[in-house]
């Protein structure tokens, strides 16, 4: 008899295997146990969701196949210029051959509003030997915790902390290489519109089902720290860095500058942004 897994099961190799499996599509940021807690339950939900698998909670025969048929690669190969480009190219996505000109790539790891810097951004272009090069960053693709999703904003009549949607966005950040403009620090200023999660019930996860809006809401990508400040948090009691803009602390940031200068220098001010998700990879 084929056995059935659900919230409040303990102790089970299948439990720990599902969380394994959840833990690399950047479901369930959590420790493997194998025990069946409300934060699997939640990753669980959302994969069947995303699989097309009824929404139960349930650890059954068919999502526990479904589970097996998932491919998880190494995390050196997972943010390979190559496996990002395959992504992309899967996508419809545009990749940027030109020299110098920069592709810059957002993985959101998984669905936690952890408040800390805890996604990824790759950035890779073509050299002046036409060779691709490749950097990564920690980063954050999800708003702070503190100020930000536990006290949401209203917009347009709805409620909730911007989450950018996953998704490419071309030309959309204009680059202001300036010390004097809003943080006095060079940074990507949203100049076309993009949509966005709202989110206001504070439970922590990103609900896909939540509502959207597109326009221009000041989602920007910046330093999230003070000069010289290698912070592990996007937001505190003194300072909100992000209501859902993109970004890292400002001694990583500060390593992005000099290839958008260069980039800009030969391909002008508007730059691309592609925010994926652990999941795609």
């Not at 303990?10 to 479901?27: C, D, F, S, W, Y």
């Not at 702070?144 to 536990?150: D, E, H, P, S």
């Not at 010390?179 to 999660?197: E, G, I, N, R």
């Amino acid at each position: 008899m084929t056995q059935v897994f659900r919230l409040g099961d303990k102790g089970k190799p299948e439990i720990a295997e599902m969380q394994r499996i959840l833990n690399a599509l950047g479901l369930y940021p959590f420790g493997i146990d194998g025990d069946f807690g409300f934060g699997t339950y939640r990753a669980l939900v959302s994969f069947q969701v995303k699989n097309n698998l009824l929404p139960d909670g349930v650890l059954g025969p068919n999502t526990l196949a479904m589970l097996r048929k998932v491919e998880i690669k190494p995390a050196k190969e997972l943010y390979a210029v190559e496996n990002i480009m395959a992504v992309m190219k899967k996508k419809g996505y545009t990749i940027r051959d030109a020299q110098y000109r920069v592709n810059m790539v957002g993985v959101r790891m998984d669905d936690v509003f952890d408040n800390q810097f805890s996604d990824k951004l790759v950035v890779f272009w073509k050299n002046e030997k036409n060779e691709w090069e490749k950097r990564e960053y920690k980063w954050t693709t999800m708003p702070g915790t503190i100020g930000g999703v536990f006290s949401p904003l209203t917009v347009m009549g709805i409620t909730g902390t911007a989450a950018l949607k996953e998704g490419q966005y071309l030309n959309t950040w204009t680059f202001i290489d300036s010390y004097s403009q809003w943080l006095a620090y060079p940074y990507f200023y949203q100049s076309q519109k993009v949509t966005v999660y709202r989110d206001g019930d504070k439970d922590n996860f990103l609900d896909y089902e939540m509502p959207q809006q597109t326009d221009l809401f000041g989602i920007n990508i910046h330093r999230m720290s003070n000069n010289n400040v290698d912070s592990d948090m996007v937001n505190s009691v003194w300072a909100s860095w992000s209501l859902g803009c993109q970004g890292a602390p400002e001694p990583v940031f500060r390593e992005i500058v000099p290839l958008a200068r260069a980039c800009a220098q030969f391909h002008g001010k508007s730059f691309d942004y592609t925010l994926l998700h652990k999941r795609d990879l």
